[in-house]
């Protein structure tokens, strides 16, 4: 369908299953329609960016409770001007930590400022953009922060609900993501053979990707246990997920007393005010976290690791050497897997770029990465 018709009728619709139901059907045989990746709304949103911007409803799988669809929300950015023969291929976004509340969702802030100038550069290229919230953000749902499975799937049914509502887009994929974005595309990568195959995923592009398995100062510090530390916000958001997916959690076992008005404000606070509120309680990991924190949270440090890092594509790596979030020796331990489990890895150091801004300094690489990949070429191979 022409997005001129989207646009003639309101850009709002409510799904295939909603149109393949006969009013008198039982509500099985209805649900038996539902599926993942499927539309449920589409509304043309306003935007600084140079490409005609959709905010976009759809159904991915959650991950957390077996045969249940959520309603999760993404930005869709179409350049100007026709499609190519085949369609424009689809850069599909995945964004750093903005918190787990449902008002932290990209997609309700709006495009403007930095975000439309990050999009504007792939839209220019002859990209469409699709971004993902997370389930839990933008629309109602439990958000399973860090949860491999959760955000992968949601990365790749956003791609697939926008090119059922959106006409002019190609099969042909390139997933980026930063910080927990990045966490989210590899992920993605890893479950696209079998959870997507109808997408051709061309290569990811992960910069400042976390590996809590491998982290061994996440409940210390990067620079010990006496000093702030970003673990300290990142380990409220992740026990504040896990006690909305498991009610049996005590978060008294894994936060200290002082940092307990904090496990209940990451639930709904942003990153930047939560970020704010921790460093003014004065909450460092010595102060913040029980001896059995580690414990109490495995059922989300587990839920993180990535489904495998034996890709089929390409992986692009970026790392700021002045990253002070991520530890660096993390995030090369990190591309040492990935070559390990066979795939193509061009890793790339960004010179003392701390944490977001390595994701701008790794743009006009990531750009030529993108472009290497979808024509069909073989970017080098740092493993080699």
Known sequence: M???????????????????????????SFYAHVAAGQVISLKHQASSAPGTTYRMAYRSTDAHVANKLVAVSATVLVPYGTPPAGGWPVMAWAHGTSG???????????????????????????????????????EPGTPLYLNARSEGMAVLDSVRAARR????????????????????????????????????????????????????????????TRRFSPNVVYALMLGASLGQANPAFDPSDAFSTRALPLYRKAATECRSDLFVDVEHAGLTPGNSFEPSARVALAPALDWARYPTLTLAQPLFLGIGTGDTQIPIDTQEGLARKACAAGTRVTLHYYRGAEHTPA??????????????????????DTCR
Request: proline share 5%.
């Open 100 to 138: 787990i509340g449902l008002t932290c969702a990209p997609s309700i802030m709006g495009v403007g400022g930095p975000q439309a100038s990050f999009y504007g550069a792939w839209l220019r290229r002859g990209f469409a953009v699709v971004a993902t919230d997370y389930p839990g953000l933008g």
């Open 165 to 224: 509502a959106v006409h002019g887009l190609s099969r042909d994929v390139v997933l980026q993501g930063h910080d927990q974005g990045a966490h989210a595309v590899i992920s993605a990568a890893g479950l696209a053979a079998s959870y997507a195959p109808d997408l051709h995923v061309k290569g990811t592009i992960a910069v400042g990707a976390p590996n809590l398995q491998d982290d061994d100062t996440f409940f210390d510090g990067q620079h010990g």
């Open 2 to 28: 022409m997005r001129s018709v989207w646009l003639a009728l309101g850009i709002t619709m409510f799904g295939l299953a909603a149109c393949a139901t006969e009013p008198d059907e039982d509500a099985e």
């Open 359 to 380: 994701l701008n300094d790794a743009q006009t690489d990531a750009l030529a990465f993108a472009r290497q990949v979808v024509d069909g070429q073989t970017p080098a």
